[in-house]
C-alpha cells in the first residue's frame, strides 16, 4: 500500500525567506503525487499536483514541486514567502492504473510565516 | 456557487448517540469521499464512493456508515458515537476520481463527542 510522509510537522520561516517544505512517499506501483493547502477554518484546496511529464511542477501563489523518483520525494518550495502563506501543507498520492480510487493524505506541515 | 456543502458544522453528541453529517455538491461530480481530520494525524479517508450506489471503504471505516442514493448527496452516519470520534470532518468531490482529479472541499464539521 502506498503511504506518505511529512517529517516537519511545524517549519518556522521568515518573510520573504525561501522555504522547502518535505514530502517523501512509499509505492511499489507508479504514483500521482499533489500538494494541498489548509487556511485556518478552511477545507483544503489544491495547490499543485504531478501527473506526468516534466518533474518540475508549477502551482499557484508562487509555489513549485519535484518530483524526484529515484529518492521517492516531491518536495515543495517557494522562493520568497509571504504572511499569507501561514497555513497547513498537506502531500498526497494516489495509485496511477490500479483499482483503487483513493487519495491518501501526509500529517500535514504547518508553516508559520513570521515578520 | 456553492460547491460542497456540509450540516452541521459543529455538533456536540452524548456517548451512544447517533447522528447524520450531510454533504451535497452541485458541481456533478461522480466522486465523493468523506475524511477525518486529528491533530498529528492529517486527513484519512472513511468512505468514499464512485457514482450514485457504490460505496466503498477507507483507511478508517469502523463505526460510520455511508450511502449514495443520488449523484448530489453522500451522508455520513455514525450509529453509535464514542469519544474518539471526537474529531474534524470533511467532505470532498472530483469529477474525476481521486486518482488524478482535483478535490473540492467542504468547509469541514466539528463534531464532540463526550
Known amino acids: 500500500a502506498q503511504s506518505v510522509t511529512q517529517l516537519d510537522s511545524q517549519v518556522p520561516v521568515f518573510e520573504e525567506a525561501p522555504v522547502e517544505l518535505r514530502c517523501n512517499y512509499s509505492?511499489?506501483?507508479?504514483?500521482?503525487l499533489f500538494w494541498y493547502v489548509q487556511y485556518p477554518n478552511q477545507g483544503l484546496q489544491l495547490l499543485l499536483k504531478?501527473?506526468?511529464?516534466?518533474?518540475l511542477v508549477k502551482g499557484i501563489n508562487g509555489f513549485e514541486a519535484e518530483f524526484n523518483k529515484s529518492q521517492t520525494s516531491f518536495h515543495l518550495r517557494k522562493p520568497s514567502v509571504h504572511i499569507s502563506d501561514t497555513a497547513e501543507y498537506f502531500c498526497?498520492?494516489?495509485?496511477?492504473?490500479?483499482?483503487?480510487?483513493?487519495?491518501?493524505f501526509g500529517t500535514g506541515t504547518l508553516l508559520a510565516v513570521q515578520p | 456557487n456553492a460547491g460542497v456543502t456540509q450540516t452541521p458544522k459543529f455538533q456536540v453528541l452524548k456517548t451512544g448517540q447517533s447522528m447524520t453529517l450531510q454533504c451535497a455538491q452541485d458541481?456533478?461530480?461522480?466522486?465523493m469521499s468523506w475524511y477525518r481530520q486529528d491533530p498529528g494525524m492529517g486527513l484519512r479517508l472513511i468512505h468514499y464512493?464512485?457514482?450514485?450506489?457504490?460505496?466503498d471503504q477507507g483507511e478508517v471505516p469502523n463505526g460510520y456508515n455511508v450511502s449514495r442514493s443520488t449523484t448530489e448527496d453522500f451522508p455520513l452516519r455514525l450509529l453509535s458515537a464514542a469519544p474518539s470520534q471526537t474529531s474534524v470532518y470533511f467532505c470532498?468531490?472530483?469529477?474525476?476520481?481521486?486518482?488524478?482529479?482535483?478535490?473540492?472541499f467542504g468547509e469541514g464539521s466539528r463534531l464532540t463527542v463526550l
Open positions: 470532498a468531490s472530483s469529477s474525476g476520481g481521486a486518482r488524478t482529479g482535483e478535490l473540492f
Open positions: 504531478y501527473l506526468s511529464g516534466s518533474t
Open positions: 458541481m456533478n461530480h461522480e466522486y
Open positions: 464512493s464512485v457514482g450514485a450506489g457504490i460505496t
Open positions: 509505492s511499489s506501483v507508479s504514483v500521482y
Open positions: 498526497a498520492v494516489s495509485v496511477y492504473g490500479g483499482a483503487t480510487n483513493k487519495l491518501i
